[in-house]
């Protein structure tokens, strides 16, 4: 069994930062039906997130606050990521998806006013990020079953930045390098 059992407490220094190889990684599809090795570690993963939007846990353990996380961020070669994202009503939404696959997208653009960060980023890189407003994803859950989901939004945006993530993809990427807060064409801003 690997490290990142449900029960291990995933800490930031469990998190590569840039520079490390497999940041820069296409990351291996993961084997269907999910062993229980693999069900343990997204379930490691989405704790961490839970646990870094927590205001006692997150100072308890020095959480860097997160809304997904992608396996090569702990160091493994997985198609594989959580996310935990709590929406304006304070509803939370969670996802633990393997072998995601972007099927379908919006023409129009969407990014953050106030631009992205990452967990394995330790430096501010400001800039706008531009991506699609709307995505469809085709991916599968813990018991294999395939899921399609339409995201727009928050969501949308962070389920770009983690598949880039297993794409070897970095948010900064995709940031204008002659002119970082370049308003993208028909793209609509959210804060
Ligand atoms: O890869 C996850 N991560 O580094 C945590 C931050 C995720 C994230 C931050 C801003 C916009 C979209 C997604
Ligand atoms: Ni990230």
Same mark, same amino acid.
């Given at each position: 069994m690997s490290?990142?059992?449900?029960?291990?407490? &995933?800490k930031?220094?469990?998190? #590569?930062r840039?520079?490390?190889?497999i940041?820069r990684?296409?990351t291996?599809?993961?084997? &269907?039906?999910?062993?229980?090795?693999?069900?343990?570690? &997204?379930?490691?993963?989405?704790?961490?997130?839970?646990?870094?939007?927590?205001?006692v846990?997150?100072?308890?353990?020095?959480?860097r606050?997160?809304?997904g996380?992608?396996a090569n961020?702990?160091?493994?070669?997985?198609r594989?990521f959580?996310?935990?994202v709590?929406d304006?009503?304070g @509803?939370?939404?969670e996802?633990?998806?393997? @072998?995601?696959?972007?099927?379908?997208?919006?023409v129009?653009?969407?990014y953050?006013?106030?631009g992205?960060?990452?967990?394995? #980023?330790?430096?501010?890189?400001?800039?706008? #990020?531009?991506?699609?407003e709307?995505?469809?994803?085709?991916?599968?859950?813990?018991?294999g079953?395939e899921v399609?989901?339409?995201l727009?939004g928050?969501m949308?945006?962070?389920?770009?930045?983690?598949?880039d993530?297993?794409?070897?993809?970095m948010?900064?990427?995709?940031? @204008?390098?002659?002119?970082?807060?370049?308003l993208?064409?028909?793209?609509s801003?959210k804060?």
């Open positions: 490290k990142f059992t449900a029960d291990y407490i &995933l930031m220094n469990d998190i #590569v840039e520079g490390d190889p940041l990684t296409v291996k599809e993961v084997e &269907l039906p999910l062993s229980k090795e693999d069900k343990e570690t &997204l379930l490691c993963m989405l704790q961490f997130l839970k646990n870094s939007q927590d205001p846990l997150s100072k308890k353990y020095h959480l606050g997160g809304v996380l992608s961020q702990i160091g493994l070669d997985k594989m959580a996310v935990y709590k304006e009503e @509803n939370a939404h996802y633990m998806l393997v @072998n995601p696959k972007i099927i379908s997208h919006s129009t653009k969407s953050l006013a106030d992205e960060g990452c967990l394995s #980023v330790d430096r501010p890189v400001p800039g706008f #990020v531009p991506r699609s709307r995505i469809k994803v085709r991916a599968y859950d813990l018991d079953k399609v989901l339409r727009k928050l949308s945006i962070v389920f770009q930045h983690e598949i993530h297993l794409n070897g993809i948010f900064y990427d995709h940031i @204008n390098k002659e002119n970082p807060f370049k993208p064409e028909d793209a801003i804060s």
